[in-house]
């Protein structure tokens, strides 16, 4: 500091600092004492705080605080803040799930979580499925789609290997069995029947012999063995011919893992109602019959 | 002596507090700074316990500001947390009236009506009550730590810690139902939040109002320096009419014998006696001065007694200042708050004010807001045909539960249910049931012949089924939306 910068200002009689901006100068006011007393107090504060809580890598900190700890902390408090719904929605039925609006959203937003980790591997993360990996969203059900039946689903798969209550059904490969005329012939049925070419005497004799037993007189599916619904406007694997071909010739045969034992009954049950929400889920008891889906079928149009 | 003072005495680094002991002044300021003390910690303490009606939905309390249930209540006013401007229009009119009142009286809110002032005030009144005036409470100050003096230390700390303890329990009655929460409070059975912010509260009152003061007003506060660029010639200070005061002299008799030039002031220091913040005002305008006009009641008692004219020190503006300072006659105080400047602030002001009163009579109680479902965006029935869906939200903002009709209007094939209902059900409109004072959520979904890909945009229309006739609580909240097709 030179003897410049102690000039005196004539105003106030305090020091000037020396900085000078368009003759506006600094001056050195004192702190106040009480500021110099917090100031100490934040230093020491400091030292304390590099103590007791981890201020270097590797390094834990005299209190045995971490963030890790805390978050374990925050987990096993939600887990337990959970108990009680979760302990709810695996002791209801679910006929009674559905019918309980609170426990259902608990249970819906539950499931909502869990088919994020567990099914949007194949279905998608909207549900909307791809080719071979059902759509959840429509209200076109296989196996069914009252809460009940696709909890049903849920827990035993479905041509889950190894699983002796898994749902099952396989349909020929008619490679073997038909001929690749009779093939076309069956394939311009079914896109008769579903509103998508002309009808022949000849595809209908065909279904009548072959398709019949499982998807019914009419096509319109049996989901008592998962056979699909084949006069609708929703396909697993495509409702173009090539498709149709392909399917008829060479069968399909898609697995769906059963969730028992590697889910827990409340996320199982909090995935069926999740499922159930996402606007095709039907009333419980199940409406089985062909003739109750068709009532579905036609409503709106 | 501390141990920091012992590192370096003389430097001037830092500065110890001089105390300050105001002493006891009667006079029209004064009694208008009780007036000013009484109404606001009368508002304070008192609005909290004011009962509103609104019927069975929403709280009973005329002013809350309900944080855990969001909205916030001011007599008939009801926000929710989307009508927050309202709150910030709020703060802009706090804003354009420190302004006005800024430039036409100073730093009025400092010496008037801040909380630091006016409980700052309160403490030194309590003070004066235990210890006696300015002189008992330097001798006291002064005295060794005897056991009387820790006596009347004790007793004056307590009476303050229960005037904090008490300011900080009506704050918290701001945000909860108030008879609740004073007996919930009591019972030990408050939210912990309720105890520490009044622990927290009653720490920085106690210590801000009975040991900080001045010092608070000085280096913590930012307002003294904006309010300093913010003043202008025209605006109303405390001055010291120097030139008719100096030069000042205290042995008048004896100056005036020796044919000295003798000024009004006789230097008799009541003007800085009296001065809660401790400064000099014939030193002139400065920082520390709030302007709480006590010094002028002061010199006017002292003028009064030697037959003198008042208003040596007096609210006066710089502009004034120099005019009086050159011979002319003192003017009018009405001219220099009607001016061009403050009348602007209150033009602004009000019509602030106003255009909030209109909006809020304007504004919508029904609203809806949609989000359409983006994964998927179009799901193909069995029927064939499409379907879209969205999340509803629907608020009914007023203190009742009303029925409305939501309607479709466009897209004339399209049918809507909502996720509480069947497609069975499906429908042009549907009825629904609002809670009152809530948001209702629901998802609707919309199912539409397929066709060629492309959007359709319609219109969601909330009609109120329970209107009352001649009141504006019938009106229509509507939304346009788009069916997609793939």
């Keep these: 500091m030179t003897d410049h910068n102690k000039r005196v200002d004539e105003a106030t009689g305090t020091n000037l600092v020396g900085h000078e901006w368009d003759g506006i100068e600094e001056l050195d006011t004192p702190l106040p004492r009480w500021w110099v007393y917090i100031f100490a107090a934040t230093v020491v504060f400091a030292a304390g705080y590099v103590v007791a809580y981890p201020s270097f890598p590797d390094v834990a900190g005299g209190t045995g605080w971490s963030s890790r700890g805390q978050l374990d902390e925050a987990l096993k408090e939600q887990t337990a803040a959970r108990a009680k719904v979760t302990t709810a929605i695996a002791a209801t039925p679910n006929d009674q799930l559905v019918a309980n609006p609170q426990l259902m959203r608990s249970a819906i937003e539950g499931g909502r979580a869990a088919f994020k980790v567990n099914c949007v591997q194949c279905h998608g993360s909207g549900a909307a499925g791809s080719k071979g990996y059902p759509n959840l969203n429509d209200d076109d059900w296989l196996w069914g789609g009252d809460i009940t039946s696709i909890h049903t689903t849920l827990v035993h798969g479905i041509r889950s290997p190894g699983v002796d209550e898994t749902r099952f059904s396989q349909m020929p490969a008619f490679a073997d069995i038909l001929s690749k ?15 998508q070419g002309k009808a022949s005497a000849a595809g209908a004799q065909l279904f009548a012999e072959n398709c019949a037993s499982c998807h019914g007189t009419d096509g319109k599916g049996m989901r008592e063995q998962g056979a699909p619904n084949l006069t609708d406007g929703i ?47 039907e009333a419980n008891p199940a409406p089985v019959t062909a003739s109750a889906s068709t009532g579905e079928a036609n409503v709106g149009s | 002596m501390s141990a920091l003072d012992l590192i370096n005495p003389t430097s001037g680094l830092y500065r110890k507090r001089e105390p300050v002991f105001p002493r006891v002044v009667k006079g029209r300021f004064r009694q208008l700074k009780w007036a000013v003390m009484i109404l606001c910690l009368a508002v304070y303490y008192i609005t909290p316990w004011i009962r509103w009606d609104r019927g069975a939905y929403a709280p009973d309390q005329a002013v809350l500001v309900d944080l855990a249930n969001r909205r916030f209540f001011m007599f008939d006013i009801e926000i929710w ?27 009025a809110w400092c010496g008037y009506a801040c909380p630091q002032t006016v409980w700052t005030d309160l403490f030194q009144h309590v003070e004066r009550w235990i210890d006696g005036d300015r002189n008992a409470q330097l001798k006291l100050n002064n005295a060794p730590w005897t056991a009387a003096k820790l006596g009347r230390r004790l007793t004056k700390w307590s009476i303050w810690l229960v005037i904090a303890t008490a300011t900080c329990r009506a704050w918290i009655f701001y945000f909860a139902d108030a008879p609740t ?20 509260l009653t720490a920085t009152t106690f210590i801000f109002g009975g040991f900080m003061r001045e010092q608070v007003c000085i280096y913590m506060c930012p307002w ?62 400065q920082l520390g001065c709030i302007n709480c006009a006590l010094c002028i009641d002061a010199c006017d008692e002292v003028m009064g007694k030697l037959n003198r004219p008042r208003g040596l020190i007096d609210y006066l503006n710089l502009d004034d200042e120099k005019h009086e300072r050159a011979g002319g006659a003192a003017r009018p105080i009405l001219k220099t708050l009607l001016r061009p400047r403050t009348l602007i602030y209150f033009g602004i002001w009000c019509a602030i004010g106003l255009a909030m009163l209109f909006t809020l009579g304007e504004r919508a109680r029904l609203t809806i807001d949609s989000a359409q479902d ?6 193909t029935m069995s029927d064939g045909q ?33 996720d509480a209902m069947d497609r069975k059900g499906a429908a042009r409109s549907v009825r629904l049931n609002l809670a009152a004072d809530a948001t209702t959520r629901l998802h609707l979904y919309v199912a539409a012949p397929a066709g060629p890909a492309g959007e359709t945009p319609f219109a969601l229309i909330a009609r109120p089924l329970d209107a009352t006739p001649g009141t504006n609580d019938g009106r229509e909240a509507a939304r346009d939306i788009k069916f997609i097709r793939q």
């Design chain 1, 181 to 195: 005329g009779q093939i076309s012939a069956l394939v311009n049925h079914v896109r008769a029947i579903s509103g």
């Design chain 1, 235 to 281: 396909w697993l694997y495509g409702g173009d011919r090539a498709s149709l071909t392909q399917t008829i010739a060479k069968a399909r045969y898609g697995v769906m893992p059963h969730w028992a034992g590697r889910l827990d009954d409340a996320t199982v049950k909090m995935l069926a109602a999740y499922v159930h929400s996402l606007g095709g889920g």
């Design chain 2, 81 to 107: 947390p989307q009508e927050f401007y309202y709150v910030a229009g709020l703060l802009i009119m706090a804003g354009i009236g420190l302004f006005l009142v800024t430039s036409a009286v100073g730093r």
């Design chain 2, 181 to 200: 929460l004073a007996s919930q409070f009591v019972a030990g059975d408050a939210a912990f939040v309720a105890y520490a912010t009044v622990g927290v």
């Design chain 2, 224 to 285: 003294p320096r904006i309010q300093t660029a913010m003043l202008d010639e025209k605006s109303l200070i405390v001055t010291y009419r120097d030139w008719r005061g100096e030069p000042r002299t205290q042995g008048v008799k004896k100056a005036a014998a020796a044919r000295e030039k003798v000024g009004d002031c006789i230097d008799c220091n009541a003007c800085v006696s009296v001065c809660p913040t401790g400064v000099d005002i014939r030193q002139g305008p």
């Design chain 2, 374 to 379: 983006r994964n998927p965006v179009v799901v």
């Design chain 2, 386 to 418: 499409v379907r879209n869906g969205w999340t509803i939200k629907m608020r009914n903002m007023e203190g009742r539960p009303r029925q409305v009709e939501l309607t479709m209007a466009g897209l004339p094939q399209g049918r809507m249910w909502t």
